[in-house]
């Protein structure tokens, strides 16, 4: 089953902190929106890696006075084309189209309600060659699986054809997968959703872009309870064909990479496998349309360059202090806790990104002095200093060389390496953030970077616990004083 991911979305009460952390500060473009009677979605865009920032309309929080970022969407871009055609067809929509809102449910009437809405990354939309097969796939998993069954979206111009798209409930947490087809479609993104001209944005509005470089999503992940795991891998198997991918040499195929002392975690690997394309989808029932099936081939010969890898994280048993447990506390259960995005060129990627005011984790001092890691780090030809200043963390240990499974044209390369930075939490709450990664030939993740990233989350994590008994010490000892004082 051919598939690759399309776009990852998010649903938010109030989408100026994300648009600025995406455009501002990260340099993805604002390519898009579109809205409706029931939301108002953004697109940030940087070569393939697409988010898509929801905000319900019944949930839009006046927590930020400054709302002007609709103001930008609507002030600096045009519809692309007369769309009224479209309009009337989103009025009708009884169900959102292209996505169904991880909070459905809840009742957001009074501010105090709205307020208790956690932030989430909620959609992981595929892109698939045929979605009637993938869906009947999923049904045979369980028939409640599928949220909305396989719906046709033609464009208001005829000409641009149609998408095919359902969307179906993942194993993990709040997690949904929109699967669009889309070949036979030659319109922009998807139909209903505006272009916006970048031409016409102030060139102020985007700091330095130009050497920012990203290219795709490496891969997401999902933090899960202890044990769910392999039930979790199962589903991916059975649905998209995924196969468990082996990440290093501590790596072991029924335990995972597990990682103790004080991180305790364990990290299984997924990804889409070439061996699954003996099943390969035909494109025949579109023969109808011999161009598009053209058009269709030639968009997924570059499919297997850019597999989409899944990390599955969860605590070791019995542990209530670990990073996992403490995302799917803040979260209110399992889902994405980070999304890992593929530059070329780290060391200008990410000091641009600094300098534009991102904040990324820094690890524990002593990661750069350690005399194996700084070994690595020369044996390379990177500069310890320059990494150490930005925090980003260098492994030379992900990937399993000896596993025929895995093995690469890089396998006889002795400077396999990747480097890779996280930002503290995007969110108000400490769940979901994001990963730079460049790949020098390694496929997997090492223990070393893992246990690098735990760390330094465990010492935010404890300093912010430091503030809040500081903050609480000088807020009774005032109690006390005014009390003594009125006495
Ligand atoms: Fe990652």
Wanted: glycine letters at 6%.
């Amino acid at each position: 089953m051919k598939l690759r991911m399309h776009h990852i979305e998010l649903c938010v009460a109030d989408p100026n902190p994300v648009a600025e952390l995406l455009h501002t500060q990260l340099g993805l473009r604002f390519v898009g929106y579109r809205e409706s009677a029931q939301c108002l979605q953004l697109i940030f865009k940087m070569e393939k890696a697409t988010f898509i920032v929801t905000t319900r309309k019944n949930l839009q929080c006046q927590r930020n006075d400054n709302n002007n970022y609709p103001d930008i969407v609507f002030g600096s871009g045009s519809p692309t084309k007369s769309d009224s055609s479209n309009l009337l067809e989103l009025t009708r929509d009884v169900r959102e189209s292209w996505t169904l809102f991880c909070c459905d449910d809840q009742d957001f009437s009074s501010q105090e309600r709205k307020a208790q809405h956690v932030d989430s990354v909620f959609n992981v939309a595929i892109e698939v060659v045929n979605v009637e097969d993938c869906v009947n796939s999923i049904r045979n998993i369980s028939k409640d699986l599928v949220l909305k069954d396989v719906t046709r979206r033609f464009d208001s111009d005829p000409e641009l054809g149609y998408v095919d798209y359902a969307v179906i409930k993942s194993c993990c947490g709040n997690v949904v997968h929109t699967l669009v087809q889309k070949s036979h479609y030659r319109g922009w993104f998807l139909p209903g959703f505006y272009a916006v001209n970048q031409e016409e944005k102030p060139a102020s509005d985007v700091k330095n872009s130009g050497i920012i470089t990203m290219s795709h999503f490496d891969h997401f992940t999902f933090a899960c309870r202890v044990g769910e795991s392999d039930e979790i891998m199962d589903w991916y198997e059975r649905a998209f064909g995924m196969k468990r991918f082996i990440t290093n040499r501590q790596d072991s195929e029924l335990e995972g990479l597990v990682i103790g002392d004080d991180v305790g975690l364990r990290l299984k690997v997924m990804q889409f496998w070439k061996c699954s394309e003996s099943g390969l989808i035909s494109t025949s029932s579109h023969d109808d349309d011999d161009d598009v099936d053209d058009a269709s081939n030639n968009i997924y010969s570059d499919w297997e360059s850019e597999p989409l890898k899944i990390v599955i994280a969860e605590s070791l048993p019995n542990l209530t202090n670990t990073q996992i447990e403490g995302f799917i506390k803040d979260h209110g259960g399992p889902g994405i806790q980070h999304v890992g995005l593929h530059t070329s060129n780290m060391l200008e990627t990410v000091e641009v990104m600094t300098n534009n005011g991102v904040k990324f984790r820094h690890p524990p001092p002593t990661y750069y002095t350690e005399i194996g890691q700084l070994d690595v780090i020369k044996s390379v030809g990177e500069n310890v200093a320059v990494l150490r200043e930005y925090g980003i963390l260098l492994d030379n240990e992900a990937d399993v060389f000896d596993s025929l499974e895995n093995s690469t044209e890089n396998d006889d390369n002795d400077e396999c390496y990747l480097m890779q930075i996280f930002t503290y939490p995007v969110f108000n709450r400490d769940t979901f953030f994001l990963e730079v990664i460049q790949r020098k030939g390694a496929r997997g993740f090492g223990v070393g970077n893992v246990t690098a990233l735990a760390r330094s989350v465990n010492a935010f994590n404890q300093a912010k616990l430091l503030e809040m008994e500081k903050m609480m010490n000088v807020s009774s000892a005032n109690t006390e004083k005014n009390e003594d004082e009125s006495c």
